[in-house]
């Protein structure tokens, strides 16, 4: 891991991206790293894609804007359009199999895999999406320890959606090492 | 309102501070205006004082870290000792009624009502002292509108518990009316 990694969350409103990027965060407090979670509201949040930023450091945080994300998750073609320029070379790039990928983008890898779909066919609810894509930035990205951010995802769901919960994680998980 | 105004929401973990941000940035959305929510975790996370952060602005956000806050709530002496000093002298600091105040603090008011138990008692759970306190935050300061507010809350809770989560909201304006 490097020293400082950031990683923005996007897609629409209602994809849960705020509460995983609170989540991120949390795993990443709990593995001792420091993280500083974020969202903007404004003209920009009112163009139909929606952010949150979270970064993740070993050292103390004092600039908590993310400029170039090391990790981009997109789950909507709108926000990857809208974010893809924001990435390092360097960057590993997450989206969903929906969107149309720019070949001419220069990043680490990107790579495209059937989230939204997982989650409503695999796992019953697509409103778990963002932790089926949480599951999967961990085991391609291994930004936060797994067990760290399986432990931060149950701490923030309700005790009866638990097991809804774990299993998305696990598939999102799976997504990658398949 | 001020150009732009720094907010910081103070208290432990689990009474709903970084919910209480979101719900205040997503208002002043709605109003028209631009803002960032944030939280920091680390060493000072770990302390027992928890904090979340909005600023809100008319114009562009460029820098999203609060140093002086505009408003201060805290809901825990050790938040409020924590936080205290790192306020504006023309802030407005507001405190849950548990709290010895620091009489000798440079702010413009500090105003110390019943949060917690107005959020147990009136409305009949303590998990929403956290609406309570965003209640008496607007009334006090009208830092957003409350149709505006109201709409925001609503927003994010669960159908279930919206008439709950009103209700905490108009005893929040009230502690401040009476």
Redesign the interface.
């Known amino acids: 891991m490097m020293a400082q990694n950031e990683i923005r969350l996007t897609g629409s409103g209602g994809q849960g991206l ?1 509460l995983a990027g ?1 989540i991120l ?2 795993a ?2 709990l593995q001792g ?11 920009e ?2 163009g139909g894609a929606s952010k949150s930023e979270v970064i993740i450091s070993k050292d ?6 993310v400029d170039k994300a090391d990790i981009l998750l997109s789950l909507t073609q709108i926000a990857y359009d809208k974010y893809k320029n924001s990435t390092k070379e360097s960057a590993i790039v997450i989206v969903d199999s929906s969107i149309k990928i720019d070949e001419t983008l220069k990043v680490k890898r990107t790579i495209k895999i059937p989230i939204i779909e997982t989650a409503s066919n695999k796992v019953g609810k697509s409103i778990v999406s963002n932790i089926v894509a949480l599951g999967a930035i961990q085991e391609a990205t291994h930004i936060v320890d797994q067990d760290f951010l399986e432990k931060a995802v149950l701490n923030r769901v309700p005790a009866k959606f638990k097991d809804l919960n774990r299993k998305a994680l696990t598939e999102g998980f799976n997504l990658i090492k398949e």
């Open positions: 705020i609170i965060a949390e990443a407090l790293d420091n993280a500083v979670q974020s969202q903007s509201y404004g003209p949040a009112r103390d945080i004092d600039f908590p804007k």
